[in-house]
């Protein structure tokens, strides 16, 4: 069982009633969770977006999360005030903001890393978006998008000043900003942080105005595909695409994502990975037109390592007497477990999830890929006899939903990204262990080349005793669909000692 | 005086209104007075038709048409003024809006039917299939249930059936009164429990049968099969209360029957670009009821590399359609 939860902060909107509406017209990814309390520990990507109207009360509730500036805080947040911005998504015909986020200079000449997901609106749609920016002296601009790094949330943008426009987009400045600008410098990579070193998040919470946070570097978040610094201090939405800085005034990673499950749980993108797309897009010209060609690059280069490094890595078994279940190594996926109450009477089971860290990569409002799931169910019908088992097996096998049906696609009306998935389904047999295996495959409509698989398993041995197990892969090739279906599928088996 | 031939007139419903008796050859029949069998039909000519005895061969009339507007209809066939034609025994004709049936002495007779007989095995017929049905239905709750479960999750539900089946046989019930006269309940109980039990039992073998065989199709058209057989159990229940028109409403019915099938086909491709609703079979039997031999994982898979191919070209079907409509 997944759900989704709405990602709205925990500081007021997440009880502002409207907050479903809000969710559809702001960049707010899907957050899929586990059907475990515990499970809620995944990163959500996006501080995202505030939430564009603000009720007094909504204001009034706010706990109190922000303390007193220390010393260092006041220093560091003057010196790099006239280098932060508000990235807004603004619709195209009107000056209504879809989105907002933010974002810190880093080339005199006015290049700006912000987040991708920020950005990814009018990246996606740039017929129906433009981008402008805001900076903390109130002066203001068009933006224009020189390059961007799908696979860690990282966009590079130019600050245009007013008068001049990207498209048809007018600055609402009232002064020419100064060039050459103020820059934030990157923190060097041979001087490591320390854990417990106290760093700074900058950038513009819900809208309201420019903030520092003050927090603690905590090393590197466990199980993250790729690196993503763990920093224990708070990231409201609109601060996606801001700097973190060290107590120099150096920039060590971008802030990107909360936990809204946890308390001062947060993300950072290390700055290296800014640092690399700023000198790749330095002298790129503005992306004007489809921007899918680039976006299927950086995704089949995304699934090609993710898939190598997931076959690389043997499944563990999961401890089943009977059964080998191919379960996944932590490495990058954590797994949650859960079984049924042991006094049911009914049909008993456990069953494991487990997900990739940090959700996977954005290419719609609420669409993600490049991520891969495992799970399965090991149940116990001997309460239940073979007629009653057989009945409650055959409902959970047919529990279960793909792809392009997504209700909350449906829910929002928003198109699916993939075709309606295509099936093939059989008996197969692993080492002499009947199952029951269906295959499905959709393809992407805009991410020519990419797939999503889908795999259902369930074992036919037993007149009441059986596992169910599913594995998706979201975006990749055709060649690691088939590789991974067959991977999965080889996972089961006998157990030893049956 | 010998009877000859008996000139019955029928309503609309084929029951004989009032009967004439002939003693003698020929019979006239229309509005006029002075016609032996004289009708009340506005749409009747005064003097409409002429019976006469066939002079040779089995039992039968020649019927002669008057001098009429509207002629007289015998099966398909319509009679023009002067026209005549020869009628077996108890064959049936219309003048105006008037239904007429002759009956020849000496013509053979069905035999009798037997009356409480019959009455009493079709009875029984009917209070074993309702049990049947509670049974059926008690035994689908009882695989829903938990071990144990009290009385108190079967009884609500059973006697939920038990008043949808009486509900729906009594209304139509009223549509026999409606048409026939009189309430008929039973026939109407009777054709709806044998229709559900059939619906059923062919959901659940063709279930059972997709997963022995392996043969996902049988599971996915039971859909359609239930919609077939849901029309032909409407069908059964119009041609009780119109008994004549027995093939009409059958023609009726399946054509309807093949509208809705097109068009939930139709709204499946619209949807899901397949015909059927069901993505996969999911019904999981015993694994003692499975007959089709596993295959080694290779070959299922070589099955869906054709899928690439349309998956692709469906992507891009997509995408096109997408951007004709925002056009």
């Known amino acids: ?498 | 005086m010998e009877r000859l031939a008996l000139i019955e007139v029928l309503d609309q419903d084929s029951r004989v209104v009032h009967a004439v008796p002939v003693t003698r050859w020929p019979v006239s029949v229309g509005r006029s007075l002075d016609c032996d069998v004289v009708l009340q039909d506005p749409y009747v000519a005064a003097h409409h038709v002429l019976l006469d005895t066939a002079a040779e061969g089995p039992p039968g009339v020649v019927l002669t048409a008057g001098a009429s507007v509207n002629g007289v209809q015998i099966g398909r066939r319509l009679l023009g003024p002067g026209a005549s034609v020869r009628l077996p025994a108890g064959s049936e004709f219309r003048a105006g809006l008037t239904a007429l049936r002759v009956r020849l002495a000496g013509e053979e007779l069905a035999a009798e039917r037997p009356l409480r007989h019959a009455e009493h095995m079709r009875l029984l017929g009917t209070a074993g299939a309702l049990a049947a049905l509670l049974l059926w239905i008690a035994g689908l709750l009882w695989l829903e249930n938990v071990p144990g479960a009290g009385w108190d999750n079967y009884v609500p539900q059973l006697l939920g059936a038990l008043f949808a089946v009486a509900a729906w046989s009594s209304l139509w019930g009223l549509g026999s009164k409606l048409f026939q006269r009189h309430f008929r309940f039973l026939p109407h109980l009777h054709l709806l429990l044998g229709f559900v039990l059939a619906i059923l039992s062919v959901d659940a073998l063709l279930a059972l049968a997709s997963f022995a065989l392996s043969a996902p199709w049988l599971s996915h058209i039971r859909g359609w099969v239930r919609i077939v057989m849901i029309a032909a159990l409407l069908s059964a229940h119009v041609s009780l209360l119109l008994p004549n028109r027995r093939r009409a409403v059958a023609l009726a019915f399946a054509l309807l029957c093949l509208l809705v099938l097109s068009v939930d086909g139709a709204l499946t491709w619209r949807h899901h670009q397949r015909l059927f609703d069901e993505l996969y079979a999911a019904t999981l039997a015993p694994p003692a009821l499975r007959l089709a031999r596993t295959e080694p994982v290779g070959k299922l898979l070589d099955s869906l590399l054709p899928l690439r191919a349309s998956l692709e070209q469906r992507a891009r079907q997509d995408e096109a359609d997408d951007a004709t409509s925002e056009r």
Request: proline fraction near 6%; hydrophobic fraction near 40%; charged fraction near 20%.
């Open chain 1, 1 to 498: 069982m997944t759900f989704t939860r709405c990602l709205e902060p925990l500081t007021g909107p997440a009880r502002d009633p409207r907050c479903g509406r809000s969710s559809i017209v702001n960049q707010r990814p899907r957050l899929l969770l586990l059907g475990s309390a515990i499970a809620l520990a995944v990163a959500s990507p996006c501080a995202g977006a505030a939430a564009p109207q603000q009720s007094p009360s909504v204001e009034r509730d706010r706990p109190q999360v922000e303390a007193p500036l220390s010393p260092g805080a006041q220093r560091i947040f003057e010196a790099a005030r006239d280098k932060l911005l508000q990235v807004r998504t603004l619709l195209r015909e009107q000056d209504s903001q879809a989105s907002v986020g933010s974002g810190f200079i880093v080339d005199a000449d006015g290049l700006v890393i912000t987040n991708y997901h920020v950005v990814s609106q009018f990246a996606l749609q740039p017929q129906r978006y433009r981008l402008a920016y805001t900076r903390a002296g109130g002066s203001s601009g068009a933006l224009q998008l020189l390059a961007f790094d799908a696979a860690h949330d990282l966009a590079l943008v130019r600050m245009l000043p007013a008068g001049e426009s990207s498209g048809a987009v007018q600055g609402r400045g009232e002064a020419t900003p100064a060039r050459p600008f103020g820059v934030l410098h990157f923190r060097s990579r041979a001087l490591p942080l320390a854990n417990g070193e106290r760093i700074y998040s900058l950038g513009n919470p819900l809208d309201i105005g420019f903030a520092v946070h003050e927090g603690n570097y905590s090393g590197l978040m466990q199980r993250s595909f790729y690196p993503r610094i763990f920093f224990a201090g708070a990231l409201n939405p609109g601060t996606s695409g801001g700097p973190t800085l060290d107590r120099e005034g150096q920039v060590i990673g971008v802030n990107s994502a909360t936990q809204p499950a946890g308390q001062q749980v947060s993300f950072l993108v290390p700055a290296e990975f800014a640092e690399e797309l700023l000198q790749r897009g330095r002298t790129a010209s503005p992306i004007t037109g489809d921007v899918y060609p680039e976006l299927t690059r950086q995704l089949l280069a995304h699934q090609a390592l993710l898939v190598q490094r997931f076959l690389a890595l043997p499944w563990r078994g999961a401890g089943h007497p009977r059964y080998r279940i191919p379960v996944p190594q932590e490495d990058f996926m954590r797994c949650w477990g859960s079984s049924s109450r042991a006094e049911s009477k009914g049909l008993q089971f456990e069953r494991s999830d487990c997900e990739m860290e940090g959700g996977g990569i954005l290419v719609g409002a609420f669409q993600q890929t490049g991520r891969l799931s495992v799970r399965h169910e090991a149940y116990d019908g001997s309460r239940l006899g073979a007629l009653r088992f057989a009945q409650a097996y055959s409902n959970s096998f047919r529990n279960e939903r793909f792809g392009a049906g997504d209700f909350r696609n449906v829910l929002l009306g928003i198109g699916s990204a993939t075709t309606e998935p295509q099936c093939q389904e059989s008996f197969v047999d692993r080492e002499g262990l009947p199952l029951r295996a269906v295959v499905c495959l959709s393809a992407y409509r805009k991410l020519k080349g990419l797939f999503d698989l889908s795999v259902l398993v369930t074992t036919v041995d037993a007149n009441t005793q059986g596992v169910q197990g599913r594995f998706d892969a979201r975006g990749v090739d055709f060649d690691n669909t088939m590789r991974l279906a067959r991977y999965y599928l080889d996972g089961y088996g006998w157990n030893g000692s049956h």
